[in-house]
């Protein structure tokens, strides 16, 4: 099949680092590494826990040590670095940035955008030499990448953002231009899960077809069978859009201050910080929001597995949809397990003195659900007489005037 040409803009900040400065960091490796994650949670919906099967099916696409992937991607022209500040001080834009982006405690701090630029666009070129059902199944990845995910650090915070917006055809599979474009607001509307129906409609008949027995997937049951150990798509996950609309940076500066006060806030922790915990009840319900946690130099949650440390991403993902001045924070989190049994995280102070602590599933649940519910009714967790960062205010949600 001949090259296509898609057209992909990059919709929100978007922090992409290489070895060489001078160039953007829009990389096809990392690209593929994206499109990997969203080939997993939609072919997961399928083969749950599975993970040889689900191991067999990813090979069968992107390709492995043993063989090659059937679809070629190329970046011709990767988008010029721009250098561009992103002044914000100790602000909800700079807590979403994190300590690697920017330094709160400095009130000038900024972050200069460097190698992707925002906004901008490039040319992504794709070629399939495979199964029609391999190539579907690569095109709905990148679709999964740009319509829920993003490239580059702090995806989970709402950077890294890119929009499908031209399309070559012909397609292959079910595709067309209209399908294969990144969606709008009105489509996040309706959404309180990310579904595997509309787009992604005859996934597992596509997967089944990348095996030599394809009754390996048909023969599957329908709807996973237990809690998935990674995050995948389907009625484990919880989603919702928050009205309103605004442009990106101050979307992202609400965003950031939204999800710091939620943080702090006494029905996320439940009291439960390091100067309140105690033998007896050593839960720690903030911990499913992201693990290590570090408070100072000497104070810190961890969890080890043996000699390796585990770290967990937080399972509640924040991602602005739309474009211009009218978009709006989409919210979805991943409901599967958040460790693996076993492993319990430590509350560390000062060398030698750790407490072990516990983190329940409940307790992802109930933040991800409060967030996810409190974002869709338009409510806050914002209070005016919450100190600056670093406070101890614990406000409770409330709705919004907006």
């Not at 993970?51 to 090979?59: D, I, V």
Request: proline share 9%; net charge positive.
């Amino acid at each position: 099949m001949t090259w296509i040409t898609l057209r992909l803009t990059v919709a929100t900040p978007l922090f992409s680092y290489g070895a060489n400065q001078l160039e953007s960091g829009v990389r096809v490796p990392s690209l593929r590494g994206a499109m990997r994650f969203w080939f997993r949670a939609l072919a997961g919906s399928v083969v749950g826990n599975d993970l040889r099967l689900l191991a067999e099916l990813e090979s069968a696409v992107f390709g492995s040590t043993e063989r090659s992937s059937p679809v070629k991607l190329r970046i011709p022209k990767p988008p010029a670095p721009v250098k561009k500040q992103l002044s914000s001080g100790p602000s909800g834009l700079n807590y979403l940035r994190g300590m690697g982006l920017a330094d709160g405690a400095d009130p000038r701090s900024h972050v200069e955008v460097h190698r992707a630029g925002f906004p901008s666009a490039f040319d992504l070129m794709i070629r399939f030499t495979g199964s029609e059902e391999a190539s579907s199944l690569a095109l709905a990845s990148l679709w999964l990448t740009c319509t829920y995910g993003g490239l580059g650090s702090r995806v989970r915070r709402g950077f890294g953002g890119l929009r499908i917006t031209e399309v070559d055809k012909p397609l292959p599979g079910p595709w067309t231009p209209e399908t294969l474009r990144t969606p709008g607001p009105e489509f996040f509307e309706a959404l309180d899960h990310l579904p595997t129906d509309g787009p992604l409609t005859g996934h597992r008949e596509q997967l089944a077809a990348l095996l030599g027995d394809p009754r390996r997937v048909l023969d599957l049951p329908l709807g996973l069978q237990e809690r998935p150990s990674y995050p995948v798509l389907g009625l484990h996950t919880r989603a919702s859009l928050r009205p309103g609309g605004e442009s990106c940076i101050p979307l992202l500066e609400r965003i950031g201050t939204e999800w710091r006060h939620f943080r702090m806030d006494r029905e996320t922790t439940e009291g439960r910080r390091p100067g309140d915990i105690r033998s007896g009840d050593n839960r720690y319900p903030l911990g499913a929001l992201g693990l290590p946690v570090v408070y100072d130099k000497t104070t810190s949650v961890r969890v080890r597995q043996g000699t390796e440390e585990l770290r967990r991403a937080s399972p509640i993902w924040l991602r602005p949809v739309g474009t211009g001045s009218k978009m709006q924070l989409f919210s979805f989190a991943f409901l599967g397990d958040f460790l693996p049994p076993g492993p319990r995280p430590v509350l560390w102070k000062d060398p030698g003195a750790k407490t072990e602590l516990v983190i329940e599933h409940r307790d992802l649940v109930k933040r991800a659900e409060r967030w996810i519910f409190t974002m869709r009714e338009g409510g806050t967790f914002v209070r005016d007489d919450a100190p600056p960062r670093g406070g101890r205010a614990q406000p409770s949600a409330r709705r919004s005037s907006r």
